[in-house]
């Protein structure tokens, strides 16, 4: 695996494989790497000819810069992960270097951005469409592979591209969870051993929303979830949220298989874990 810390050198390594037409994978990180990062570099394996991945911590994306300071860095680890999975090449930049500049644009996703993780966390997606942007723009990927845990920065994702025109193709890939149902996160680590017991109730409360989503209504369902969670005294909720997949605006109706996903957030501690499920 080459390991690349500059925007210049990337591009031109890049270059060099477009030109001999040979297809370009992304698998963009914060670090802190987990089975649900590898299994994205292993579908761009399959489906690409170079993969490239990047670890960048970006500043940007942080409106708490507790989180920021906290957030686990473990770069010789993820190095090695990445080496064994047979990634390409790791691109490790510096801050100055995806940032020479400060960024100063702000993007406007409309309702996408409002809502759940857009309102808990302001200014978050419009570090993620700072950062994203930046990197699309040096590793000029055909295909870019990002985790649906993070659904709501998926359907940002989308939105920026074609919003920027940007011609990548973005590939969904789905949650990768720990035997117990937890969701896998670089957060997880930060969980206590006490914390780190009751996280399932998160995903095992999920998949009972899922079962019972033919039989009961939205607000049924929500109750239900809240009460559910209610009953674990180290989770504190900050929203359960039934919506339409593509809008993100709170269901109405429950539509057709996948129109709908439940959306979760969470406090255990100091760590904040998100989930979801499709419906
Ligand atoms: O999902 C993440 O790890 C980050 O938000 C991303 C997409 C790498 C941008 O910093």
């Given amino acids: 695996m080459n390991t690349v810390t500059t925007a210049a050198e990337l591009k031109s390594i890049v270059n060099n494989f477009r030109s001999q037409g040979k297809i370009i994978g992304f698998v963009p990180t914060m670090g802190a790497l987990h089975q649900g990062h590898i299994s994205l570099v292993k579908r761009a394996k399959s489906e690409c000819n170079v993969v490239i991945s990047s670890i960048f911590v970006n500043p940007t994306q942080f409106n708490d810069k507790k989180d920021l300071e906290k957030y686990p860095r473990t770069y010789n680890k993820d190095a090695e992960m990445l080496q064994n999975v047979t990634c390409d ?18 993007f406007d996703f409309g309702n996408l951005g409002n809502v759940m993780e857009g309102s808990q966390r302001p200014g978050h997606f419009n570090g993620v469409a700072q950062v994203v942007s930046r990197l699309f723009n040096i590793v000029q990927p055909h295909k870019a592979y990002f985790g649906e845990k993070d659904f709501q920065q998926l359907a ?11 011609t990548v193709q973005i590939i969904p890939c789905p949650t990768l969870r720990e035997a117990d149902g937890l969701a896998m996160s670089s957060r997880n680590v930060r969980l206590s051993p006490e914390e780190r017991k009751a996280a399932p109730l998160i995903a095992q409360t999920l998949f009972k929303v899922k079962e019972l989503y033919a039989t009961k209504t939205i607000k049924e369902l929500s109750t239900f979830a809240k009460q559910q969670i209610g009953t674990q005294k180290l989770m504190e909720l900050e929203y359960f949220e039934i919506v339409n997949a593509t809008t993100l605006q709170p269901a109405d109706t429950k539509g057709a298989a996948g129109e709908n996903v439940a959306c979760i957030a969470l406090r255990m501690g100091s760590t904040r874990l998100i989930d979801n499920i499709i419906l």
């Fill in 89 to 106: 090449i790791l691109f490790y930049p510096s801050e100055k270097e995806i940032y020479p500049e400060p960024d100063t644009r702000v």
């Fill in 156 to 166: 940002i994702i989308k939105q920026l591209v074609k919003q920027l025109s940007i």
